[in-house]
């Protein structure tokens, strides 16, 4: 028996194969599972169409962030897809109060008001797209 180490998704699984008489035929069947050449494109292929969604999410960006330099500014820390805006202008928050939802890898985090203040602008609509650090609130 020959154990192998085998990564999937992520996953370590320890695996044992039994060699029997001819062993060139079963030899080559567990290498090419061993290095799993399957496992890394599947991550890729997630954060490909991550990367090419946020493309048109810049635009919109750069226009707010002049706005941004008077007040404190909430960025995406990672690229996702905006659900729902809890805030609008002119609401007060509190720290740790949630502002939106950002699907990020098919989870669903809280953005929250990192401090109290009121809500001078939403820099982002529902359904956009983000990249990480775009400007997505901006509380004064």
């Keep these: ?3 192998f180490r085998v990564v999937v998704n992520g996953t370590s699984y320890e695996v044992e194969v039994e060699e029997l008489g001819s062993g060139g035929t079963i030899s080559t069947a567990p290498a090419p599972a061993a290095p799993a050449p399957v496992a890394p ?3 890729v292929k997630e954060e490909a169409p991550a990367a090419a969604k946020p493309a048109a999410a810049p635009a919109p960006a750069p226009a707010a962030a002049p706005l941004a330099a008077d007040g404190v500014k909430v960025e995406a820390p990672m690229p996702g897809t905006i659900l729902d805006i809890r805030v ?48 997505l609130a901006v509380l004064g």
């Design 88 to 135: 609008n202008p002119g609401d007060s928050v509190s720290a740790g109060d949630v502002l939106m939802i950002l699907e990020a890898m098919k989870m669903e985090n809280e953005i929250t008001a990192p401090e109290d203040g009121t809500v001078k602008e939403i820099a982002i609509a529902k359904g956009a797209a983000v990249n990480s650090g775009d400007l």
């Design 1 to 3: 028996m020959k154990k």
């Design 41 to 43: 494109p599947a991550p």
